[in-house]
T-cell receptor, first 113, second 111 residues
Framework: DSGVTQTPKHLITATGQRVTLRCSPR?????VYWYQQSLDQGLQFLIH???????AKGNILERFSAQQFPDLHSELNLSSLELGDSALYFC????????????FGEGSWLTVV | QKEVEQDPGPLSVPEGAIVSLNCTYS??????FMWYRQYSRKGPELLMY????GNKEDGRFTAQVDKSSKYISLFIRDSQPSDSATYLC???????????FGPGTRLSVLP
């Protein structure tokens, strides 16, 4: 158990809908990262927050947004969902905002039908 | 050219074999190198973390970094069926930068 908690574990929704994925980082970690992993694809970096502030954006679609709250949990909002958004969404956390290792949650498996 | 490349496999070996997993990269600025193990549709689990060139050993696992060749390796000795997973290399330039992951190599250790 990495200590990173993600909910929900599985989610099935229809095209055009909006969902929110939630992440609680490890105790003491200030950085939260979101990654997308499609079937047979590598991990694609979406966004990084550190202590409530956005630090970096990767290939995150405009339909997607995220935030990190004062209690350090983070939410990833996915809207106007398309079939191609079906993927595993991982949250990871690290203590600081530099060359540290990151620890992954178990992921939220999103299926868009 | 992708920033980090891995042979996707699948790589099948008999139980007890020595496994060599490799990544090549193009950005010479990478300084931190990691290996993650991911069981099917589970979260990646950190295996090894190294800084700069050299070797690091942890039990049956040895990580090797050759910055001059832009090449990193993970060796698994006495491989077990429980080692069957996808192995992802990851690397980082440094402060304020983000991790870049390789696409992963699928390993299957046959009993």
């Amino acid at each position: 158990d990495s200590g990173v908690t993600q909910t929900p574990k599985h989610l099935i929704t229809a095209t055009g809908q909006r969902v929110t994925l939630r992440c609680s980082p490890r105790s003491g970690d200030l950085s939260v990262y979101w990654y997308q992993q499609s079937l047979d694809q590598g991990l694609q970096f979406l966004i990084h927050y550190y202590n409530g502030e956005e630090r970096a954006k990767g290939n995150i679609l405009e339909r997607f947004s995220a935030q990190q709250f004062p209690d350090l949990h983070s939410e990833l909002n996915l809207s106007s969902l398309e079939l191609g958004d079906s993927a595993l969404y991982f949250c990871a956390s690290s203590e600081r905002d530099r060359g540290d290792t990151i620890y992954f949650g178990e992921g939220s498996w999103l299926t868009v039908v | 050219q992708k920033e980090v490349e891995q042979d996707p496999g699948p790589l099948s070996v008999p139980e007890g074999a020595i496994v060599s997993l490799n990544c090549t990269y193009s950005n010479s600025a990478f300084q931190y190198f990691m290996w993650y193990r991911q069981y099917s549709r589970k979260g990646p689990e950190l295996l090894m973390y190294t800084y700069s060139s050299g070797n690091k050993e942890d039990g049956r696992f040895t990580a090797q970094v050759d910055k001059s060749s832009k090449y990193i390796s993970l060796f698994i000795r006495d491989s077990q069926p429980s080692d069957s997973a996808t192995y992802l290399c990851a690397m980082l330039i440094g402060y304020g930068q983000n991790f870049v992951f390789g696409p992963g190599t699928r390993l299957s250790v046959l009993p």
